[in-house]
């Protein structure tokens, strides 16, 4: 493993191997933003309320709407059914942990020649959306050849929850439990994270372990029992299992909290009896959360659980000493501090320039893509995509007003008139814009002049932000977009929202 030595010098002790695959996860682009953790710092915030958590957002009233956009660009590559489809629930279940109704889905993708990938990919995000009961109602659709092997997959989710009412992940203490629940633990996505930090090669086969299975009935279930829970007020911190599975959503409640965790990998619902004990806490599955709960809580929380049929356990506790501890069979597996393990060490940023030339790139959208998406269930949907796909807006009855939807992509030299452009579009319909969530797609961030480009779409976004003073809510940034044989454009991509009084729908 890369750091191994840094981690050795650290621990003052050699790592063991289940220690080793931890690291290697929690160390990954993906989950560590190593590249560009430091200049995203550099992202107005100011009027978005909860930036650090699964999702951010804005206050409207007494409610906040939570947004957020992310990328499945290298599962698509590879699966392109359930790299969409995982997608959408990955999204989904970031505005779910802080007990935000989800009520939209947008998306932006980019295509190359490969009818296999396009039709996958558009057929995974209907399926999944359409059977989870939320409307897709933003689409943009993007034609080069550069996109062949290399799709670009964004996929944002909207939520609305009440203001006092919102769950995060760090409020977690002392003595509370953990509860897994959800899907049994298999081996599908077994180096998820790890994999989208890697220049796709051409051993797909393989890679196709790295790619979760979907499953939108269950996650439907799982978004009405969580919601159920949540109104109780029975869980104190919430945390989505995504990337890297068990192992961040516990490491990311026990470093924000500023506590530990200590878990037993035998009370952990499994369904795979030959699944090993670092495929536990790496694997991941879909439609699992994770709570932190007081004990006396729980009675209630597994009626509720079993009325959804939904399977859970009891996998550790929350400890005061601010250390990631794991064991099975009695023996010890890991005794790591906490920030070492979700912190890993600063790597150098080349920022070479050089000059490149951007090839044309089509809108390809068109009805037959859209309209398979279902954008008025929910009953809030105001407009049709035929007049513009990319833009659409929601009624939210909550507090009387029309929440305005736009997704749109940009080239790194055009990122400041982009995002002027969309600012534009929601001011002519009367709509005043009011946050933006992104996905900066890039290339290997070790060859310049990758980090070059990403520190000029920054700062192109940090300037439009100020000016405007709307703020960055939310993000995400995906790198090691290229394969053996090609390698995007690099794209940041965007959903702002607006809003309007508006009457009710009829």
Excluded: W
């Amino acid at each position: 493993m890369k750091y191994k030595n840094y981690i050795k010098e650290k621990l003052n002790r050699d790592p063991n191997e289940f220690e080793l695959h931890l690291f290697s996860a929690t160390y990954s682009e993906h989950c560590g933003y190593l590249h560009s953790k430091e200049l995203l710092k550099l992202l107005p915030r100011k009027n978005s309320i909860y930036s650090s958590e699964n999702a951010g957002g804005i206050k409207i009233g007494e409610h906040a709407i939570l947004f957020k956009m992310e990328s499945h660009n290298h599962p698509c590559a590879v699966e392109p059914f359930n790299g969409a489809a995982t997608g959408i629930g990955g999204i989904v279940r970031d505005v779910l942990a802080m007990n935000a109704r989800p009520i939209a889905l947008c998306n932006s993708l980019k295509f190359g020649d490969d009818r296999r990938i396009i039709d996958g990919v558009i057929d995974g995000i209907s399926n999944y959306g359409n059977c989870i009961g939320v409307p897709t109602v933003s689409t943009e659709v993007l034609y080069n050849s550069c996109f062949t092997e290399n799709p670009l997959v964004n996929v944002t989710a909207i939520g609305i929850a009440k203001f006092d009412e919102i769950i995060t992940s760090n409020n977690a203490y002392a003595g509370l439990k953990l509860m897994l629940i959800g899907s049994h633990t298999m081996k599908d996505g077994m180096g998820g994270a790890s994999f989208a930090s890697k220049k796709l090669g051409d051993e797909k086969k393989e890679d196709r372990l790295s790619i979760q299975i979907a499953n939108p009935f269950m996650k439907k279930k799982l978004i009405e029992a969580c919601l159920e829970i949540f109104a109780q007020k029975l869980v104190i911190s919430c945390q989505d299992c995504g990337a890297a599975g068990i192992l961040s959503s516990t490491s990311e409640v026990a470093f924000k909290s500023n506590v530990g965790v200590n878990i037993d990998l035998d009370k952990i619902h499994i369904g795979d009896s030959s699944i090993e004990d670092f495929e536990i806490m790496l694997s991941e599955t879909q439609e699992r959360m994770l709570f932190a709960v007081e004990n006396s809580k729980i009675v209630d929380i597994i009626k509720i659980l079993e009325k959804y049929e939904l399977a859970y356990s009891v996998i550790g506790e929350v400890i005061p000493e601010k250390r990631y501890i794991v064991h099975s069979n009695n023996k010890l597996l890991a005794d790591i501090p906490v920030d070492l393990l979700v912190t890993p060490p600063s790597v150098p940023l080349d920022f070479s320039k050089k000059t490149i030339i951007d090839p044309p790139i089509l809108n390809i959208n068109s009805p037959e893509i859209y309209n398979q998406y279902d954008h008025t269930v929910g009953a809030r949907t105001q407009l049709q995509p035929d007049e513009n796909p990319q833009f659409n807006s929601l009624y939210l009855q909550e507090e009387k007003c029309s929440l305005g939807i736009y997704t749109f992509s940009s080239t790194v030299k055009e990122t400041y008139n982009a995002l002027s452009n969309a600012q534009n579009e929601f001011l002519k319909r009367g709509f005043k814009p009011i946050g933006i969530t992104n996905c900066l797609n890039f290339t290997n961030p070790e060859i310049p002049p990758t980090m070059h480009e990403f520190k000029k779409t920054i700062l192109a976004i940090k300037e439009f932000c100020e000016e405007t003073d709307i703020p960055v809510c939310s993000g995400n940034v995906s790198f090691y977009n290229e394969s053996t044989h090609s390698k995007i454009i690099n794209m940041p991509t965007f959903t702002m929202l607006g809003i309007k009084k508006a009457p009710p729908l009829h």
